[in-house]
C-alpha cells in the first residue's frame, strides 16, 4: 500500500490517506511503533492535504507519539481533537482510548465527564423539543459519552457513580432505537450490514443513514457500543447476522412489508438466526455479505474474543 502510494498508483487521491492508516496499522500491530508513527503522520498529513481532516487517524497518531514519549506532542494533537467530544459521538471511543494505551486513562475520565456535563445541559435546554433531532442527537451523544466514561471507570477501578447509573438508564432507549432482538436460544441479536452490504443499502434506502450512520466507521461506533451495552447488562453471549440488502429486499417483499421497518429489519435478523454460520468480531472492512452470523462474547473491557 505505501508503495502504490509513493508511485501515484492510487486511482483517487482522497484514499490516500486511508492506505497509509492501513499501513500504519498493521505495521503497529507488527510491534514497529516509531514506523508506525511515521505512517500515521503521513495519513493524517494526507488527509489534510485533499481537505477531508479524520480525527481517528490524528488520534491514532497523538497515540503513537504518547507511546514512544513525545508527550507535549500527543497532548497537542489530542487537546485539539478535545472539542469534538461534546459534537460528535463518533470521536468519543478513539479519544478516550488513545488517551488510555497512552498511559493517561485519568485524563480521558476528566474529558469525558466534562464532555458529558456539556452535552447533559444542552439535552436540558432542549427539553421542550423531545422526539426533535437536536434534542435525539444529544441523548445519543449522551449516551455514548456516559457508556464510555463508565468502560474507563470500571477499568480503573473506581466505584459507579450518579453518571454511571444514568449510562444505563440512556442505554435502554438506544437498544430500543436500535431494533434490537433476542433469542432466548442464543442471546441478544444484531443485524449487521458489512461494509459493502452497508453501502448497498444506504444507496438503496437513503433514509436509513438517519438511524445507522452516513459512514462505516459512524456504524461500526454504534455496533460495538451496543454489544458492550449487552455486555454489561449482563448477556455475555452476543451474535451478529450479517444481512444483504437484496436479500432484505426479496425478505420485505415476501412478508409485504418496507424494509425501512424497524420491526421489519428485526424480524429480518430473525430469518438469519435461522440460516447462519458463525464468524468474528470484529470485521474486515471486506467481509463477504449472506448468511453469516458472528457469534461472539464481550470481555469486559470491551473487547471481543
Keep these: 500500500m505505501v ?17 497509509l492508516m492501513l499501513a500504519a496499522e498493521l505495521t503497529h500491530r507488527a510491534g514497529d511503533l516509531q514506523a508506525a508513527q511515521v505512517l500515521a503522520e503521513r495519513a493524517v498529513q494526507a488527509y489534510r ?24 506532542e500527543g497532548m497537542a494533537e489530542l487537546t485539539a481533537l478535545r472539542p469534538l467530544l461534546s459534537e460528535d459521538a463518533g ?31 444542552r439535552r436540558q435546554a432542549l427539553d421542550s423539543q423531545r422526539g426533535e433531532p437536536a434534542y435525539e ?26 453518571h454511571d447509573y444514568l449510562a444505563e438508564v440512556l442505554g435502554d432507549a438506544v437498544l430500543d432505537a436500535l431494533g434490537i432482538a433476542k433469542l432466548d436460544h442464543e442471546g441478544p441479536v444484531l443485524l449487521f450490514w458489512p461494509r459493502p452490504e452497508f453501502d448497498r443499502m444506504l444507496l438503496r434506502w437513503p433514509v436509513l443513514a438517519e438511524e445507522y450512520g452516513q459512514t462505516w466507521d459512524e456504524y461500526l461506533t454504534t455496533v460495538q457500543r451496543s454489544l458492550v451495552l449487552w455486555s454489561e447488562c449482563g448477556h455475555p453471549r452476543l451474535s451478529l447476522f450479517a444481512g444483504a440488502a437484496d436479500q432484505l429486499a426479496h425478505y420485505a417483499d415476501h412478508v409485504d412489508s418496507d424494509p425501512t421497518d424497524p420491526q ?13 454460520r458463525e464468524t468474528a468480531w470484529p470485521p474486515s472492512h471486506t467481509m463477504s455479505a449472506g448468511n453469516e452470523a458472528l457469534s461472539l462474547v464481550v470481555s469486559n473491557t470491551g473487547g471481543s474474543t
Design 264 to 276: 421489519v429489519r428485526q424480524d429480518y435478523a430473525q430469518y438469519l438466526a435461522e440460516h447462519s
Design 49 to 72: 492535504t485533499h481537505g477531508d481532516p479524520d480525527g481517528y487517524s490524528q488520534a491514532f497518531h497523538a497515540e503513537l507519539l504518547l507511546r514512544l514519549g513525545r508527550e507535549d
Design 3 to 19: 508503495d502504490a502510494v509513493d508511485r501515484g498508483l492510487v486511482a483517487d487521491q482522497a484514499d490516500t490517506g486511508y492506505a
Design 137 to 162: 442527537q444529544a441523548t445519543s451523544l449522551a449516551t455514548g459519552l456516559a457508556q464510555e466514561r463508565y468502560r474507563v471507570r470500571r477499568d480503573r477501578g473506581l466505584p459507579r457513580d450518579e
Design 91 to 121: 470521536v468519543v471511543s478513539y479519544i478516550s482510548e488513545a488517551l488510555e494505551r497512552g498511559g493517561h486513562p485519568e485524563i480521558a475520565e476528566q474529558w469525558l465527564t466534562a464532555a458529558l456535563h456539556t452535552v447533559l445541559q
